[in-house]
């Protein structure tokens, strides 16, 4: 009972005990200085850089977005094929509506008439023939139009190919129309409407300002200077600000990218949280090694004709498309972030101990008498019975 | 030699050397109790919100997703245009097949059989006109709906405007209808398949939970309370739960994010990992500042007539666009993790000492015993020789 | 006066005042190889793991990335419905363009000349009936395929349904065909043109890597052996990476995964930053709870015939969705993360004190030695006035 109450008396008196490491105060104007700039420099870092450049006193969220877009104008193009021809909204954003992005065709090789016949293959892609042996009845490859009969027959008066059964007539191997079809659609307007949410804040709000009105709407157009405000943009000015030039892109298509970005302090009024728009060329121009340029794809309008069948119209439409990319982060006061910066920031200075013993212990011409006060010594060597230095 | 001997043995002496710091030990119950209660706070922080809460002692992984979307259900219409119509899926998906997306259309506005020809604009848009010289032959811009002809011709018996080549009758410049045209849509059901990913533990999952099967996803819907796991949801209580009436919603249209969350401890059962949906409307509705609400878009269906003219139907959308968005985490034991925030730990409790000290040594009586025992003193001061204090 | 000057003094003294704890250095073979093995552990892990490994001096960036897709190749069909058809990328891509996707059609069910009338419900779904009172005009629920008439017909001559309003004639409730009907888009090829961006450090890269040439593109076809650079991918060759047989998967659909990852060391030549394909299926096919399996969507293509009637064909299209996901992650030496990861490290050692002090004061045989000289005592006990142990 007696080592009991010994024991608990023990544990109680280590309870109650606090464990401080004994210091050495070096009172010297060298080694104190040293030891002040040093402190001033990790004070620096921590207050100007983690607080006040990183905002390591914040909580940071990530932005949610949605992402609507409108475009506006018509184009007008005139061929040989179609005569002179309107192109609105409807008939150059393809498909109608996507997520966050939207497609402008500029320009296009049409093919009209397409029915499911038979016709020769194209010249020079590979299946030039003679003769009927050149030819493999049922044989398609990814370069080919259609579906070979095994026959050969005349394309022209100078060349004979494999006849296939495809839609007929096929589009010609052409480059596309220089300069594009519909080069009024750098003209067109495009209204992008967003809305963003830091759900961590819930904190809403979109890129129409609340100071934007209906009647200014209808007329603005983005301007960096005058008009930074408005959610309009012209298409021209897109790629223009990008450093490209709209009629070039527009031949063979390519990708432009709408970058908003949503940086916020919430800390301060929300008023001052404000979209910031950026454009930049996404695909790869790169004219060095030019291969398969732009950005174009084939689609068809069908038909059926008076006898029941089905014609198309194949269009290889060229374009830019526009992906609208949204960024951003809102930071707010939060007292969690701000503890662990804090205590990050003293195991910093705790660093500064490290740096200054090894100099004060090294360089310094009173280094001996510091060592004598800083270590005391016990000795355990067997091996080494020439202990104290 | 002997100095290269004496070096080899000086450092063989210096890699034997165990340097630990001298350690005062105050036993005080005022101090030590004080001691005593930070370290159980910084404790708590570690072990009750970095182990607990955060779940430190986790490898996390973020969720790969794919999402596949199916929606059920008919609409009828009666308009003096087309009489009683149905529309069903194909009809009024657009486009028919997105990556995680769909749009249903809820409301229309319908331009039948416009051709490329002329006729007047519409009044009040910025082309009326008295006489040929207010209208510019070539003229196209954002606002109008095609290129002038540079003739002034009657609109009605009031309004004389210029005229326009373009895709003639011109849609009408008029509100959507109200109620909207395919109210049935609220009773459309959509089938949301999600099948997550998390990479770094190789675990899979659908939201088609294992006990779900054929029969039962026949008949369900989503019901927060009595079919919490049934992945088809109609799109009425969609709206709903996210607090919006989806007939108000539905004339102008709008955009809807159906989240799907999947926050999972890999550590418990997999079993427990289940999907939570949560609906909520992601573009502004803001009825204080009413600039361009909604979502819609226009499209077109093309023709050709009897005599191989094209023709089309333009359509002017209205509806909403439902957004799946997935999000997760993943959590599963791992050592890394746990020995960085048990390191972590053990550094902060060495911050206790630094806050301890300031206490001890400022707030106490016996400051200054504790002091005189806690610092020895070198000095080095030739300007201030009156050195020990 | 006097005491002013004594207190700038004093704050003058402290200013050069430089603290160090004071050390004690035990010489013991045992504590000191102890000592040395806990440090080598720490500085290995430090070294080995967060600078080598996981690249610690780098600053890292995500990547930025765009795609277009481009599909080449043509399938034939031959039903009694449709004669020998051929079908080429207008005609199988669906819709024609998307952000990072495309659709596939590997299978269909075709409903030819769709018109808006009168036609008897399909049997088995719920609609049977013997007399016009089991049916109710107006009804229209998810599982119909239009309004009811509230008149019951004859469905064939073993089965009387609802009459509905719809676009008759109804498309059969049947499975997709079995071999798939564009079996042959298996060699279809793909061109996934991938620019990315790493906008921290200002670098460009696109997968069509500088020695790919127009001549070589023409003809290669992706190979994990042969042709690792080559970006044209043939659609069974990436099912059959996945472990999928493109056949099986063609008949219901399924969700492909195409990931381009680009991990990229940037302190290495650029050259060495190339991107790494690989093929996953991203829906779960899991054959024990095989509900809804696939992936399939509707749509339709719209005619008018000789009356201005619309009629449309209504395709239930199978295939194969391929989300092309690029993933990546740059790193670059930076100071900053340097200085960080060297500072976090020398707080680790910190550490090593402590772990050596929990072993040496309470295993080593001279442990009472080592802790007479580590421990001061200031004693403060009221209570258990019994203080140097």
Redesign the interface.
């Known amino acids: 009972m007696t080592t009991n109450k010994g024991f608990c008396?023990s544990v109680?008196?280590c309870?109650?005990?606090?464990?401080?490491?004994?210091?050495?105060?070096?009172?010297?104007?060298?080694?104190?200085?040293?030891?002040?700039i040093i402190q001033a420099l990790v004070l620096a870092y921590v207050i100007g850089?983690v607080c006040v450049l990183k905002k390591g006193y914040q909580d940071t969220d990530g932005v949610?977005s949605?992402v609507?877009t409108?475009v506006?104008?018509?184009?007008?193009t005139n061929t040989s094929d179609l005569g002179?021809?309107?192109w609105?909204?409807?008939?150059y954003?393809?498909?109608?509506?996507?997520?966050?992005?939207f497609?402008v065709l500029t320009n296009l090789i049409m093919t009209l008439n397409q029915t499911?016949s038979h016709c020769p293959e194209l010249p020079n892609v590979g299946f030039d023939c003679v003769t009927d042996s050149d030819c493999k009845a049922g044989l398609?490859?990814?370069?080919?139009?259609?579906?070979q009969t095994g026959r050969c027959v005349n394309f022209s008066s100078v060349a004979r190919t494999c006849e296939v059964?495809?839609?007929c007539p096929l589009e010609g191997d052409m480059q596309p129309p220089d300069p594009p079809m519909l080069a009024?659609a750098e003209?067109?307007?495009v209204?992008i409407?967003n809305?963003i949410?830091y759900p961590m804040f819930n904190f809403?709000k979109?890129n129409?300002l609340?100071h934007?009105?209906?009647t200014y709407?209808q007329h603005c157009v983005f301007n960096r200077v005058t008009d930074p405000d408005c959610p309009i943009f012209r298409l021209r000015d897109v790629t223009t600000e990008a450093g490209e030039d709209f009629q070039t892109m527009a031949v063979h298509g390519g990708?432009m990218?709408v970058q908003i970005s949503w940086f916020c302090d919430l800390d301060l009024p929300a008023t001052w949280c404000v979209p910031k728009y950026t454009f930049r060329r996404?695909?790869?121009k790169?004219p060095e090694?030019n291969?398969?340029p732009g950005?174009n794809?084939?689609?068809?309008?069908?038909?059926?004709?008076?006898n029941?069948k089905e014609?198309?119209t194949?269009i290889k439409?060229f374009g830019i498309?526009f992906?609208v990319?949204v960024f951003g982060q809102a930071g707010k006061f939060n007292i969690?972030p701000t503890l662990l910066n804090i205590?990050a920031g003293?195991?910093?200075l705790?660093?500064v101990?490290?740096v200054?013993?090894l100099i004060?212990l090294t360089c310094m011409t009173?280094r001996n008498?510091?060592k004598e006060?800083?270590?005391?010594?016990?000795?355990?060597?067997?091996?080494?019975p020439?202990?104290t230095p």
Do not use: H
């Not at 506006?72 to 007008?76: H, I, Q």
């Not at 609105?88 to 008939?91: E, F, I």
């Not at 954003?93 to 992005?101: D, F, G, H, L, T």
């Open positions: 008396a109680c008196r309870f109650f005990e606090y464990s401080t490491p004994q210091i050495l105060v070096i009172r010297s104007t060298k080694v104190g200085t040293l030891n002040r850089y949610l949605s609507t409108k506006k104008g018509v184009a007008v002179l021809r309107v609105d909204v409807a008939d954003i393809i498909p109608p509506q996507e997520e966050s992005s497609f499911q398609s490859n990814t370069r080919g139009d259609g579906v059964l495809a839609w009024g003209n067109f307007t209204l409407k809305s949410r809403n979109r129409i609340p934007v009105n209906k709407l990708i990218g996404l695909d790869n790169d090694n291969v398969a950005y794809f084939r689609f068809a309008k069908y038909y059926k004709n008076i029941n014609t198309r194949l439409g498309r992906d990319m969690i205590g003293l195991a910093l705790g660093l101990t490290v200054c013993d004060v009173k008498l510091y006060n800083k270590y005391s010594y016990v000795d355990d060597f067997e091996l080494l020439d202990g």
